[in-house]
């Protein structure tokens, strides 16, 4: 199968099949999540790391058979939606949330509600969208709340029963992925998420 060159940027049926053979969201735009996606397939495989797909990426994907490409989780990085304390939202509202800011689906893996019901986003081995520079890698954490009553200031709003759920959920998540690490997803961002240190917090899990 001859499979043209694509890159950021690229549309079409070839992009579709090159998501397919990544385990991501299949949206036929090559946008940052394919090209974070990309390049990660390029350095685990000593190809250029330049995030084109030409003869060699192809030819390393398996461009004429189907590849099944495991994800190598490192990280578990925690997230709060930033919504305001005492406020219930749903897995389905960040969905909108993210399908609005052109997302495939929501960003997160797993979704936890104020009453401390843990929720599926998208499936473990899709890649997500909740940090840049770490999708690839990484399963993504969020937690219902994140800032005080006027919606905006952080504050950690954890009521206990997602404390209780946010433990159990990590300790669960580090043993089927025991090599990962906890961390915040302010670590990688200049923005107060989650609220409250998650790196330190979780460090002996």
């Known amino acids: 199968m001859n499979m043209e060159t694509i890159k950021l940027g690229s549309r079409g049926e070839s992009v579709k ?15 940052a999540i394919t090209d974070e996606a990309v390049r990660a397939f390029q350095k685990a495989h000593n190809l250029k790391c330049d995030g084109i797909v030409g003869a060699k990426t192809w030819e390393a994907l398996g ?16 997230h709060c939606s930033a919504t305001a304390e005492g ?15 052109g ?28 940090c840049t520079g770490h999708n690839s890698n990484s399963i993504g954490v969020c937690y219902i709340g994140g800032c005080a009553s006027d919606g905006k200031t952080p504050k950690d709003t954890r009521t ?8 159990k959920l990590l300790k669960e998540l580090k043993r089927r992925y025991p090599s990962a690490t906890i961390y915040s997803h302010r670590d990688f961002a200049t923005k107060a998420c989650p609220s409250f240190d998650a790196t330190k917090e979780y460090k002996a899990i």
């Open 87 to 101: 406020k219930d939202f749903t897995v389905a509202d960040i969905r909108r949330w993210h399908l609005q800011r």
């Open 63 to 78: 461009a004429s058979g189907s590849v099944q490409n495991r994800r190598k989780i490192t990280e578990v990085i925690v």
């Open 17 to 31: 099949e090159l998501q397919r053979k990544l385990n991501l969201a299949v949206d036929g735009i090559f946008g």
């Open 160 to 167: 206990p029963e997602q404390k209780t759920a946010l433990l």
């Open 103 to 130: 997302f495939n689906d929501v960003g997160y893996h797993w979704v936890i509600y104020r009453d401390g019901s843990i929720n599926k986003g998208r499936d473990e081995s899709i890649i997500g969208a909740h």
